[in-house]
């Protein structure tokens, strides 16, 4: 518990009857990189998204950079300030520019000056390499550069800890790549912490310190990438990797 | 913002006539039902037009000296007009003094346009309409700097009218906003309270609203305090409009995807900063066709406080009509103030479509979810 920057003691979640997370006991170091697999209607994307209360818990804990999340406005914005979160279909805001987009967290939310916010959001358009659409709308690019854009946005309030939840899943196979080549140099060049939800197994091969195999909103199986791809122990799982991997 | 140059391909001239003739028969005589009609159609226009143009113009009478004159003419009397415009234009105010309120609609009206034209924004046009209401009033008023006080009962006409259209938008717009919010508030006492309002303000006419406020309201209050009666106007269309303008803006709301509210939770943005920098804009975006048509409606609507004897400019159009010496020119005077609130309206909605166009052209193609 000590260094773990989130941590989810016995979390459970229902959707009306349905039981949506189990019991979800999680620790994750700060600087670790942790890619969340499992079938659709697994709960993933539920957790994930309980972590900076898009949805909320029912009952056990949940600590984020040591403080607790619960139903108190101020503390759930404090946390969101430390959380980043690239969503599957992007959630720009299409009425405005891209620029606009970056700076709009750092002015309102840090209440940075705009012309730092301006100079920070023009260094991470260029880390995601699309510094040349600063000033277009996000209608006007292709979904790739949209995420990357997205990526861009969340970064731009330096977060402590980045969720992503299936970047790559709403995107045309050729621009899986550049989204993902943006993620793993993110992931190698900054220790920063995140949490993946993705199917993209090379991704996980490559940059993943430990994956996280969910069924029926359960953590079915976690282990270190090699370990969980080479010899999964359980049969779930290896159900799961067969149907995934080819 | 870049503007495309626009696409002046030269034609030559029989080229663009044939390419109209083409249009024309497309549109018109397609079909045996649209040949039909398109004969129909000519055939009342045929009709009617000699009629019209000669009751308009031909036989029409713009100097007669008197009505006996006027009246001898079998057109229209435009001399009429001519001889009470300034009446129907500016009401009863003083004669010598209507020069007033001319200024102060044309600077009503010129300080639309500036906030038409977008040239000035945020402060400085906060900062405008400040000088320009308070000149406004002065005008008005008068009681300083050498101009003779007249007293609020005395004004009427065009400069009325705008009044209460410019101050019930200015106020009923982002009254409407707040309600809409409401509605869709997750807190039960404040969403109990906007619905109500709005529920109750939508089932009662606004005539009786106006009758509310300038026979009913005097009522309650206590002996010796009163709100002036064009104040109380004013607020009843202010509610009126705001509870039609909540709705719409409501419809707006709801057409905001999730993800734009996740988009901004996720970036921390408080629920003000997301409804005012995320929400709110997009929203209203999709709904400026019918919240033009509600502001269309509220400046028409404004001639219904005729009822309470405020005399806007279809009030002071029927006080030109009183003269003994020039009645029975009806139909022309309806026609002249018909065509005031025409050219107005469709300056509204003319201007609407530019803003449409120019805001869809900003981002083109419509993104992801």
Known sequence: MSDAIVSLQNVNKWYGDFHVLRNINLEVAKGERIVICGPSGSGKSTMIRCINRL??????????DGTELINDLRRIEAIRREVGMVFQHFNLFPHLTVLENLVLG???????????????????????????????????????????VAIAR?????????????PTSALDPEMVKEVLDVMVSLALESRMTMLCVTHEMGFARKVADRVIFMDHGEIVEQGKPDQFFGNPQTDRARQFLSQVVH | MSSTPPTAAPQLPFATARMSWRRIRESILHSPASVLGTVLVVWLILMAAPALLNWLLLKASFTAPDARTCREASGACWSFIREKYRLILFGTYPFDQQWRPLLATLLLIGSIVVT????????????????????????????????????NVR??????????????????????????????????????????????????????LLFMSSVMLPLFLPEGFSIDKLLRAQIAII????????????????????GQYEGADSIGLSYWQQMRKVIVPQALKVVIPPLVSTFIALFKDTSLVVI?????????????L????????????????????????????KYSSTLERSLAREQQASPGR
Do not use: N
């Open chain 1, 55 to 64: 949805e909320e818990h029912q009952s056990g804990v949940i600590q984020v």
């Open chain 1, 106 to 148: 750092p002015t309102w939310v840090l209440k940075q000056p705009l012309a730092q916010a301006e100079a920070l959001a023009m260094k991470y358009l260029e880390r995601v390499r699309i510094p040349d659409q600063a000033h277009k709308y996000p209608g006007q690019l292709s979904g790739g550069q949209q995420q990357r």
């Open chain 1, 154 to 166: 969340s970064l731009c309030m330096t977060p402590k800890i980045m969720l992503f939840d299936e």
């Open chain 2, 116 to 151: 038409g034209v977008q040239r000035l924004r945020g402060r400085g046009l906060i900062v405008w309409w400040a000088l320009a209401l308070a000149t406004v009033a002065w005008l008005m008023w008068g009681g300083l700097f050498g101009l003779t006080f007249v007293e």
């Open chain 2, 155 to 208: 004004w009427g006409g065009l400069p009325l009218t705008l009044m209460l259209s410019v101050f019930g938008i200015a106020f009923a717009f982002p009254f409407g906003v707040c309600l809409a919010l409401g509605r869709r508030s997750r807190m039960p006492a404040i969403k109990a309270i906007c619905v109500g309002y709005i529920e109750f303000i939508r089932g009662v006419p606004l005539i009786s």
């Open chain 2, 239 to 258: 509610m009126f409009a705001a509870a039609y303008i909540a709705e719409i803006v409501r419809g707006g709301l709801q057409s905001i995807p999730k």
């Open chain 2, 308 to 320: 309470i004897g405020i005399f806007d400019l279809t009030q002071s159009a029927k006080a030109a």
């Open chain 2, 322 to 349: 009183a003269d003994p010496a020039w009645s029975g020119f009806g139909v022309e005077a309806y026609l002249f103030i018909g065509l005031i609130y025409f050219a107005f309206c469709y300056c509204i909605s």
